[in-house]
């Protein structure tokens, strides 16, 4: 496995309804975009850095970082982000974290490695809480997804469970993923 490349993606194609509308990414935590943290954390632990966006693509262009848009229409959720980036990329290993993870730890892919065994996919459990949007994927779900949402399902972990997949623990890192 560590052989193999892993492309990692920044999740930014959401609507924010929680936040009226604001792009979650761009807004500035220390004064740098909130996605920026997420891929300095997350670009020295692997190979490429793509963003997963539907808005203000404009903005995510000026990145430098190469941008996806979800194939399905009207921002079906994490899901239709994680498969139209592996639709489009040929990596066989993907790393997603949501554009407001800033405190993704620097021992994330490592420890996604050191977990998953033979599985396909392992995701983030804090010791209390799963964050199912931070997580080790490879490509050979992608059947799986593709029929998952063609049924109308959108929800991560429900995808996750219905699969068998297990989380990979990251007790005393509460703060990681929030």
Same mark, same amino acid.
């Given at each position: @496995? ?10 930014? +194609?959401?609507? #924010?309804?929680? @936040?009226?509308?604001?792009?979650? +990414? ?9 996605? $920026? ?8 632990? /692997? ?19 190469? /941008?996806? $848009? ?13 498969? #139209?980036?592996? &639709? &489009? ?19 994330? /892919?490592?420890? %996604?490695? &050191? &977990? $998953? ?26 059947? *799986? ?9 959108? $929800?991560? @972990?429900?995808?996750? #469970? ?11 890192? *509460?703060?990681? %993923?929030?």
């Amino acid at each position: @496995m560590q052989s193999e490349a892993i492309t990692g993606v920044v999740l930014a +194609g959401g609507r #924010a309804t929680r @936040m009226g509308g604001i792009d979650k +990414g761009l807004q500035a935590l220390n004064g740098r975009p909130l996605w $920026r943290h997420v891929a300095e954390a997350l670009a020295p632990q /692997v190979d490429e850095l793509v963003i997963s966006a539907n808005r203000h693509l404009e903005q995510w262009r000026a990145s430098g970082y190469p /941008v996806f $848009r979800d194939i399905q229409e009207g921002y079906q959720g994490p899901l239709a982000g994680m498969l #139209a980036v592996m &639709q &489009q990329v040929a990596s066989p290993w993907f790393v997603f974290c949501p554009c407001d993870t800033p405190f993704i730890p620097s021992f994330l /892919v490592e420890r %996604f490695i &050191q &977990q $998953r065994g033979d599985a396909p996919v392992v995701w983030a459990h804090d010791g209390e809480r799963d964050h199912p949007a931070v997580a080790l994927v490879h490509r050979q779900i992608i059947p *799986e997804l593709e029929a998952y949402l063609a049924h109308g399902e959108r $929800r991560v @972990m429900v995808f996750y #469970a219905t699969n068998g997949w297990a989380p990979g623990e990251f007790q005393r890192c *509460e703060n990681c %993923f929030h």
